[in-house]
């Protein structure tokens, strides 16, 4: 696996880049560096990289299951319906555990998205930029809902944090909970085929001996926990899971097997890209990553569209 | 065999299948024919177990067909669904290799890979095994779309309009090779459109209106020329043109 090698080799060198770099020089600075590399660089970098991997992972399963390559999580009300649930516990059980909360806000990202997916099969497929659009108007209504509970209760402060993706705040002790979405990989490795069965659509998928209900049910999960976890821990980031299941699947295809840990790696790679460029480009201040991936993502998914087709091979 | 019994299924006032009670026997290919809306789709929907009717039971080889599971359903018969939409990026050789999917499950033997390539080579498929479908023409992608559900092995197939949009050369290409597949020992079911074809390469056929059984049976036996100017409610003849059967209009 050539293709993969390169991608993790790409991924590594970032990843030394993003150690390297930080207010305290390692080799010289003022600080224990192993205690700086420990409590925070290291933090950061493996809360980008698996931040970057569960968004890349989620977009290709929502795409997958709604078979539309023009979705992702931040269009189908999943981070939304998170910020609600986590706002509904802050305000009704605010000494909750961690775990609760995390609990409550993927239950409530598993509604939303379910939702959409509700909506979904309602929408005509004939074009598909019409369903990307119901799903901004849906993800819209909810966010006003966060919004306005937010208002009212004077929880403004965490609905913005929650909204633009960051990694400036983490510190050991604060991200842990991303691990969960090595989990989630693991098991969506285990679901590949019947990921892309998905994509056949549910009449094809079922005459292939899919139980398509249930697999439905486990790619929403898997959404809607990835989601939830980043919502959470970093912050929501759009455009991660558009633009990297298209560029794999455009060079390479849509054969899951072979191409989820691609997918995975250069999710972690971009978002690993982004928030190191957002922490040089103004130095010492510091870019969201989020706001910095919306500027690239951009750019990123216009190339897409025009770019020539890859040779799609082995 | 299939049997089916008192099949019923509405849809708001309509009544998508009214009372459909049949029996199929193994082997050949039979063709549903009939209008538009008359229900044949449902009907092959049904018989799949896809959709569930609201009365009767469909038994295929001694099994309820609506008790199955899907795993164990897609053993026993395979379907093409009606105007695939979407089309994954995936090779000619990984779309068929998913016809094997009910049988390995996500582990293909080398058994999986040998009928693989052997369905491939049935429907001319091997010098584009490795192009992407997408690349596909219409009725290239129809034959890849078949050769999926003849990989999967069951002794049922049903095709939903295989036919459909696809050009003289290309819908005659994949008859001869069903034909050739029915000669093997599989029962092939198929909603057609195209009567010529219909009259040319099924030895069976089941002609459907308003969600009722006009008549079914050997083709010689069961398709007249009134039967036909009934089932379509305009004047059809049937003909025979130097052994061959053919459709005059009028």
Known sequence: MPRLALICLGLGLLALVSLGLGATNLFSGPLDSGMVLAVSRLPRTLAAMLAGAGLALAGVVIQQTVQNRLVEPGLTGTPEAAMLGLLAVTLWAPGAPVGVKMGIAALAALVGTAGFFALSRHVPRRDPMLLPLVGLIYAGILGAAALGLAWATDLLQYVSIWRSGDFSGVLRGRYELLWIIAGLAVLLYVLADRITLLGLGEAQARALGLNWRQTVLLGLGIVALATAVIVVTVGAMPFVGLVVPNIVSRLWGDNLRRNLPLIAAMGAGFVLGADILGRVLRWPYEIPAATVFAVLGAGLFLWLIHAPRGRHGR | ?250
Request: proline share 6%.
């Open chain 2, 1 to 250: 065999m299939i049997e089916i019994e008192g099949l019923t299924l509405t849809r708001g006032t309509l009544r998508v299948l009214d009372d459909v009670t049949l029996t199929l026997p193994a082997g050949g290919v039979t063709a549903i024919i009939g209008p538009n809306g008359a229900g044949k789709s449902t009907l092959l929907n049904c018989l799949a177990g896809l959709i569930t009717p609201d009365a009767g039971t469909v038994r295929i080889d001694d099994a309820d067909i609506h008790r199955l599971r899907e795993p164990e359903r897609a053993l026993r018969l395979s379907l093409l669904p009606q105007g695939q939409t979407v089309v994954p990026r995936l090779s000619v050789r990984e779309l068929v290799s998913f016809g094997r999917w009910p049988h390995h499950r996500g582990r293909p033997g080398p058994e999986d890979r040998a009928l693989v390539e052997a369905a491939l080579a049935r429907f001319a498929l091997i010098p584009l095994a490795e192009r992407l479908v997408e690349e596909l023409s219409g009725g290239q992608r129809q034959r890849v779309l078949v050769a999926m559900a003849f990989a999967q092995a069951t002794p049922w197939m049903l095709l939903d309009e295989p036919l459909a949009a696809l050009d003289p050369r290309h819908a005659r290409d994949i008859m001869e090779r069903l034909h050739e597949v029915a000669a093997s020992g599989r029962s092939v079911l198929l909603v057609v459109h195209d009567l010529a074809i219909a009259a040319r390469y099924a030895q069976s056929c089941i002609c459907m209106k308003n969600g009722r059984i006009l008549a079914a049976g050997p083709w010689e036996q069961t398709v007249t020329s009134d039967l036909l100017s009934t089932l379509y409610d305009t004047p059809l003849r049937l003909a025979d043109v130097e052994g061959q059967r053919i459709i005059l209009a009028g």
